[in-house]
């Protein structure tokens, strides 16, 4: 059985779709986790180890969230300042 043209259209715009929207995601989430790294080894080099709860609260946080953290960290002089934000 031959599929349309219609079909074939249909389905083809569907997987684009699909795949652009994971795509998406993937970047995404990679970028976040890129961020939050970055975060977590400048906070950690700046200020001593931080807790593991502290982490988890960072990598939680949304990309735009982490463009904010990132502009406040650099006035964070101690684990007071990080903890308030």
Same mark, same amino acid.
């Given at each position: 059985?031959?599929?349309?043209?219609?079909? =074939?259209?249909?389905?083809?715009?569907?997987?684009?779709?699909?795949?652009? =929207?994971?795509?998406?995601?993937?970047?995404? =989430?990679?970028?976040?986790?890129?961020? &939050?790294?970055?975060?977590?080894?400048?906070?950690?080099?700046?200020?001593?180890?931080?807790?593991?709860?502290?982490? &988890?609260?960072?990598?939680?946080?949304?990309?735009?969230?982490?463009?904010?953290?990132?502009? &406040? =960290?650099?006035?964070?002089?101690?684990?007071?300042?990080?903890?308030?934000?």
């Amino acid at each position: 059985m031959k599929e349309s043209v219609i079909y =074939q259209d249909i389905l083809h715009t569907g997987f684009e779709r699909g795949f652009e =929207q994971g795509f998406q995601r993937s970047f995404e =989430q990679g970028l976040k986790q890129g961020i &939050a790294k970055i975060i977590i080894l400048f906070l950690t080099r700046n200020l001593g180890i931080i807790s593991e709860e502290m982490e &988890a609260k960072i990598r939680g946080l949304s990309i735009s969230e982490l463009d904010e953290f990132v502009d &406040a =960290q650099f006035n964070f002089t101690s684990m007071d300042d990080l903890i308030n934000w």
